[in-house]
């Protein structure tokens, strides 16, 4: 018999849920996350966030949780990607770094006991953001995955991030410098289109309830080619796109 976990309780040996929202099994033990609901982090998980305060020799970011989670100097890459001690200097420099109102990608490193998360950029691949468009969805619709970086076939990269920040960007936008250095170069028209079509496609998988995922998000895409970008939220074409899009995500399933 199935284990009772957060979100559950028994009735007559029959297991109910007390929340609407996903099913997550871990062997016998079955949790339901509730779909609207503050993000709780987790060690490992990958997330988006904005910074909002420099102090010292730490800087405050806003992950969508309970509380601001916590950048260290320490937790960070220098720019370059150098491996020495943090000095006076570079605690100087923090606001050349990373500064009020940057988006930055990054992992959970550890939980502080009053919950807040501690975060760290020291991979390459994490690190400030550059051109690209932010999308707020549901955390309960981004599941946990080996990765959470994707270039798509469109031409575009997607950041899922497990706080429900999803980052569309130019598939060239490459993180350098440590994670402090941005393109600033004009993105082609074509390139926008691609993005804007995918924030759409987002939107609509978001707002019915559909997990969100590189394949996810391809077929959606795919599905939309045949509509302009901005007709495809309408009720009854969006209706269209997500029926194709469950279609060949069942198929693909088997």
């Avoid at 871990?26 to 305060?53: A, F, H, K, Q, S």
């Avoid at 919950?115 to 760290?120: D, N, P």
């Avoid at 490459?174 to 924030?199: C, K, M, Q, W, Y």
């Avoid at 995922?213 to 796109?241: F, L, N, Q, W």
Wanted: charge should be negative; hydrophobic fraction near 40%.
């Amino acid at each position: 018999m199935a284990s009772t976990g957060h979100g559950t309780y028994t009735d007559d040996e029959h297991l109910v849920a007390s929340v609407a929202g996903v099913v997550e099994r871990v062997n016998r033990l079955i949790c339901v996350r509730p779909l609207n609901t503050r993000y709780n982090g987790e060690i490992g998980d990958v997330v988006i966030g904005r910074i909002t305060e420099v102090q010292q020799k730490r800087w405050k970011v806003d992950t969508e949780s309970r509380l601001d989670s916590v950048l260290l100097l320490s937790s960070v890459n220098l720019p370059g990607g150098e491996l020495r001690r943090r000095s006076a200097e570079d605690e100087l420099a923090m606001r050349d770094y990373l500064k009020e109102g940057d988006l930055i990608s990054a992992e959970v490193q550890s939980i502080f006991s009053d919950g807040a998360l501690s975060l760290h950029t020291r991979s390459l691949r994490y690190g400030k953001l550059g051109q690209g468009v932010l999308v707020k969805v549901s955390p309960s619709l981004i599941l946990r995955s080996k990765t959470h970086f994707h270039h798509l076939a469109s031409g575009a990269s997607i950041i899922l991030g497990n706080n429900g920040l999803v980052w569309l960007q130019p598939a060239n936008s490459a993180v350098e410098a440590g994670g402090f250095v941005t393109d600033l170069e004009p993105v082609p028209i074509s390139e926008r289109e691609v993005i804007s079509r995918l924030r759409n496609c987002v939107i609509i998988l978001a707002h019915h309830r559909l997990a969100l995922s590189d394949t996810s998000v391809t077929y959606c895409y795919e599905a939309s080619m045949a509509h302009e970008i901005k007709d495809i939220t309408k009720p009854e074409i969006s209706e269209e796109i997500l029926l194709e899009t469950r279609q060949r995500l069942l198929e693909q399933r088997g």
